[in-house]
């Protein structure tokens, strides 16, 4: 299995541009995240899904959308990026959200904008 | 508001030595507490979880103890390796109406010199 696989792996965009981080999980996951981790602070929620066509906000969703249209994929879409995006951003992927369920993540995506 | 602070943000010890790093949280209702190892340029993996009534859990030179009434948890690394630089995270998870919300520590960066 190669568990939750992110691309790219850094980027770097001009501000007013779009991108798409993209975001598979081949352990047949439920639960999928997007976070971003911004130096010396914690992992902040973007979105999560519950499931194929479900998905939700979470602490800080503005200037970021996603999709979820199969089990495996969870992108997630910039619309014209702005320097406060800058940051790393990783995606997980759980099997229980309601028990103590691991978080398994990808390996990052460095995005910086200019 | 939940909230997870970590002491001390960064500490350099020598190969061979034993380290302890703190979690202090303000999460409630609380779920469990995990602690997750992130080498540079990695997504974080977890190493242990604490349920409400587990006050140590080992996994390896790896020992995590929880207090839940002082909602204190620490993490102490035996016998330093060099593999053990990397930064450590704690998670702690509340329980909500819609499944398990979790809050991420800043971090504590440990770096182990020869």
């Known amino acids: 299995n190669a568990g939750v696989t992110q691309t790219p792996k850094f980027r770097i965009l001009k501000i007013g541009q779009s991108m798409t981080l993209q975001c598979t999980q081949d352990m047949n996951h439920n639960y999928m995240y997007w976070y971003r981790q911004d130096p010396g602070m914690g992992l902040k929620l973007i979105y999560y899904?519950?499931?194929?066509?479900?998905?939700d906000k979470g602490e800080v969703p503005n200037g970021y959308n996603v999709s979820r249209s199969t089990t495996e994929d969870f992108p997630l879409r910039l619309e014209l990026a702005a320097p406060s995006q800058t940051s790393v951003y990783f995606c997980a992927s759980s099997y229980l959200q309601n028990l103590p369920g691991e978080l398994f993540f990808g390996e990052g995506s460095r995005l910086t904008v200019l | 508001k939940n909230q997870v602070e970590q002491s001390p943000q960064s500490l350099i010890i020598l190969e061979g030595k034993n380290c302890t790093l703190q979690?202090?949280?303000?999460?409630?209702?609380?779920?469990?507490l995990r602690w997750y190892k992130q080498d540079t340029g990695r997504g974080p993996v977890s190493l242990t979880i604490?349920?409400?009534?587990?006050n140590t859990k080992s996994n390896g030179r790896y020992t995590a103890t929880l207090d839940a009434d002082t909602k204190q948890s620490s993490l102490h690394i035996t016998a330093s390796q060099l593999s053990d630089s990397a930064s450590y995270i704690c998670?702690?998870?509340?329980?909500?109406?819609?499944?398990?919300?979790?809050?991420f520590g800043g971090g504590t960066r440990v770096l182990v010199k020869p």
């Open positions: 604490m349920t409400f009534s587990e």
């Open positions: 899904s519950v499931g194929a066509g479900i998905t």
């Open positions: 998670v702690v998870s509340a329980v909500g109406a819609a499944g398990n919300k979790l809050t």
């Open positions: 979690c202090n949280y303000t999460v409630s209702p609380f779920s469990n």
